[in-house]
């Protein structure tokens, strides 16, 4: 079966393993897919994660982390720029998300950048998806 969207296909089973309460899910790989990984890790809303090659077909294992409740730490993932429509926002638009508390993922020219990298940085960029 051929994925079009690596990136909301990662986001999907990492909120399904989430629903479910697994400790661990496996994504397909691709750049992206392993940029977003890194910053959910970076963010607090993942334990880890670690590219695996099986030969010559590659996947990111993620371990999901909970909060005492023993629900997931993340409330809402939601892919904003699809294939059919991509959206972009300049600088000034990504400043804050949730009032500080949500993550904005951006694909920008310095590559794959949370929220407040990007307007550190002082660029915009193809808006990926929000994290809260």
């Known amino acids: 079966m051929a994925i079009n969207d690596l990136v909301s296909d990662a986001l999907t089973r990492i909120r399904n393993a989430g629903m479910r309460r ?45 909060g005492e409740d023993g629900k997931t730490v993340i409330n809402e993932m939601k892919r904003i720029s699809k294939p059919g429509r991509r959206v972009y926002q300049g600088k000034e638009d990504i400043k804050r998300f949730k009032n500080g508390y949500g993550t904005i993922i951006v694909s920008t020219s310095h590559g794959v950048l949370p929220n407040d990298k990007a307007y550190e940085l002082g660029i915009g960029g193809e808006v990926m998806c929000t994290v809260w």
């Not at 910053?39 to 010559?56: A, M, P, Q, R």
């Open 22 to 66: 697994l400790p661990v899910t496996t994504l397909v790989h691709s750049k992206s897919v392993e940029a977003v990984a890194n910053i959910l890790v970076d963010k607090g809303y993942i334990e880890s994660c670690n590219v695996i090659e099986d030969g010559v077909k590659k996947t990111v294992k993620v371990v999901l982390k909970y």
